[in-house]
């Protein structure tokens, strides 16, 4: 029963920390296997330690053998990495008993060969007082090849270092450092405002070298102040900054590109870009008549590809094509980046709306998605109107009165204009007693 594990003199049981667990084992064919587990607490440091026996039986008193210990430590840690140029990955090994070579494994879990030499070079290096370094380095056509989040693994194989069991496997995720405008090309209306983002990822720090450009001109250089920066805030890894240009840059369509420098990363104007394509929509008041069918055109220009247009009626509900008692929409055909939709409101329809009444023209965001949110554009619709004021009129026998005919709903002055008594232009009739003012 007296077994005693002991660490440098002391029994291992009344030491603090509750780090050793001793088990006395079991009697079985002349043979007794007592364990000692040292949890991960306590390996911090290579330790030696002893176990003693003490038998009256066979006269043996603290007889004991020792057991050492050496602890290894890896450093090979997690890493933001550039895909610009090669990359070493360094696993450092510190408290070996002898030297081993380090074996590494590729994202795919593949033992990596020294003759692989088109992608990776392998340097084992030295074995200097019970520590080494081994380097891999990764080839930057490599490097292209992989996926942010690629795990590599620098391991020490039990076979090969027969004193540790089982293998050492250390892991390393590669993060490369990105670069994503948001979104990648965005529809504008033109002489509105827009903002646009540039996500950098994979970084540790906040980048201060962010620059927008237009045709190749940082735009904070640029006369007329339409353009906002703001290099953003980091957090987890990462970096937005945005880049608003006002209404007065947005008349034809544009490229911008964000561009950063980074000594940390090894990269020099790394760049990616977003075009906005600035389009167009001729859709304005009008004034009709209700004696006929009306057509209403909404024509846009500078689209990047097709869209539909939704019509709106007064009431805000959307017209179905469908409903071929009221209305007729042609969509028109799409031509160089135009087209030109038409609605058409039969004259049945119009007898029952007010002067006034607008109708809207509109692209749905959700039906083209490079550009958010919906263009609506109105229309006001005023109708010609024909009245005299007063429509009717007491007047005293020989005295002089005037009428006033009110014209409404015109875009330009009519000359046109005749007052008539049973059927004849007064102008015509004699005596000089009517004077008509066109107005």
């Known amino acids: ?31 007794q296997n007592t ?32 057991v050492v210990l050496n602890v290894l ?39 990596i060969s020294e003759s692989d030499i088109n992608s990776y070079v392998i340097d084992q290096g030295n074995y200097v007082l019970g520590k080494k370094v081994s380097t891999l380095t990764i080839k930057q056509t490599k490097i292209a090849t ?36 948001q979104p990648t090309n965005k529809e504008i209306e033109i002489r509105t405002e827009t903002t646009v983002s540039c996500i950098i990822t994979g970084i540790t720090r906040k980048l201060d070298a962010v620059v927008w450009r237009k045709d190749g001109t940082d735009v904070t250089t640029l006369s007329g102040n339409n353009y906002v920066v703001f290099a953003g805030t980091y957090g987890s890894n990462s970096q937005t900054t945005t880049l608003t240009v006002k209404a007065a840059a947005n008349t034809a369509d544009s490229t911008y590109t964000c561009v950063i420098t980074s000594n940390e990363y090894q990269e020099t104007n790394k760049e990616t870009s977003v075009t906005l394509n600035v389009f167009d929509v001729m859709f304005e008041d009008k004034s009709i008549t209700t004696a006929t069918d009306q057509n209403l055109v909404c024509t846009i220009t500078g689209l990047s590809q097709s869209t539909p247009i939704t019509w709106l009626d007064p009431d805000d509900n959307e017209i179905s094509s469908l409903d071929t008692n009221n209305y007729v929409i042609d969509q028109g055909n799409y031509v160089l980046g135009s087209k030109a939709s038409t609605l058409t409101i039969k004259q049945i329809k119009l007898a029952e709306l007010a002067t006034g009444s607008v109708y809207k023209c509109t692209i749905k965001s959700a039906l083209y998605p490079t550009h958010s949110p919906d263009v609506v554009k109105e229309m006001t619709l005023t109708f010609l109107g ?15 009165t005037m009428l006033s005919c009110v014209i409404t709903g015109i875009t330009q002055q009519l000359d046109a204009v005749v007052w008539r008594k049973d059927g004849t232009d007064v102008t015509s009739l004699s005596g000089s007693n009517y004077v008509v003012s066109a107005g």
């Open 73 to 111: 430590a890896i450093e090979f840690e997690d890493r933001f990495v550039s895909t610009a140029t090669d990359q070493i990955l360094d696993c450092t090994i510190s408290g070996l008993s002898q030297n081993t070579p380090v074996v590494w494994i590729d994202a795919d879990d593949i033992e």
């Open 1 to 31: 029963d007296a077994v005693v594990w002991r660490k440098d003199g002391t029994d291992v049981t009344t030491l603090s920390g509750n780090n050793y667990v001793v088990s006395a084992g079991t009697f079985d064919s002349n043979f």
């Open 386 to 400: 024909l009245n005299i004021q007063p429509t009717n009129k007491e007047v005293e026998t020989g005295t002089e």
């Open 146 to 181: 992989l996926a942010t989040g690629s795990v590599y693994k620098c391991k020490i194989k039990s076979t090969l270092y027969p004193t540790h069991s089982p293998d050492v496997v250390k892991e390393m995720t590669l993060t490369f450092l990105g670069l994503n405008v």
């Open 35 to 66: 364990t000692l587990t040292v949890k991960a607490a306590a390996n911090t440091a290579d330790s030696s330690y002893i176990c003693a026996i003490t038998s009256n039986e066979y006269q043996v008193n603290n007889r004991e053998t020792t």
